[in-house]
């Protein structure tokens, strides 16, 4: 993929010794706000050097903003499945030293010289593909899937810090409502927007609707809560009881164990009355996308939204089916930054409660051994850094 900005050489600098540069251009005549920095610099920051090793804390020097874009200083980031990925070496788009994160909230610290919608002291949160705002696909309104994307955490450094710099700020950034939290804000940044996408515009859920949702971590009970919110009848499949109980209480109709059920996919058909409308591979294995597949009813619309990585990347489908019943394979990746508004009303309304996902609050030291257990599926919820 194409990366932009293009990645200055990476130095070491003192007097910390060991702490690195930041891998982002600072634009010459960028301002600093005139307000005092309320964290000692150099910033701490959660950074690996190498893939699948142990990590902790270091300190780096202070992100400076790129020309059209800001210096967030966070305030709660979300730790996700993805970030566990990256740190994995999953992800090409790393490379490293890499600091993770990019399900954020913050506080406008500084702005570059070329952004005319954001001061500092603004609240804002952004999706996690960071969109141009001028190749075909942001002109035809998709900047989820932004010729010239970059991603926070990913393509350049993330929010497991203290600061973090975040490009075309606005076409990017996403004003917070005032009555919103940073936790629930934080908790919107890649999960819940996913889930609003997947649900509302590519499987297209209509009240009334059957849904099946497979996997019930954070895009899962995500898509549990925006799809009955909808209207809809949902199956929510897991195999953790626990987990299973919560879609139960965001309202999923029925659940089904899938350490329980040999054809997780007949069970689904068979619960729903003849098979889903609408399904989401909320995972993303070779045996969820199957089933997700294979669960629906004729012209049923499936919808892959977990990551298909490593030997996951290539699974079998049942594309006998997919003819035969005239099935619609979509992906969703992300949302846009022109879409939040609708979600933020369903919010505000009391609709949608992306607050009751969170779960666990943690501090940034305990952020790499979070990231680092992300695989274990143990905790239900979102866990968020809110102490910096
Ligand atoms: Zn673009
Ligand atoms: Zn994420």
New binding site residues.
Partial sequence: MVRTPPRPVKRKVGPAGAALGHPLPAAPSAQRSAIALPVPSPMKAALYSEFASPFGIERIDDPAPPADGVVLRVTATGVCRSDWHGWMGHDADISLPNVPGHEMAGVVEAVGRDVRLWKPGDRATVPFVC?????P??ASGN?QV????CQPGFTHWGSFAQYVALHRADTNLVRLPEEMDDVTAASLGCRFTTSFRAVVDQARVAAGEWVAVHGCGGVGLSAVMIARALGANVVAVDISEKKLAFARDLGARATIDASACDDVAAAVREASGGGAHASIDALGSAATCFASVACLRKRGRHVQVGLMLAEDSRPPVPMDRVIAHELEILGSHGMQAHRYPAMMEMIRRGELRPDRLVGRRIALEEAPAALMAMDAFGDTGMTIVTKF
């Fill in positions: 969109a141009c705002g001028s190749c696909q942001c900047h932004c010729d010239r994307q």
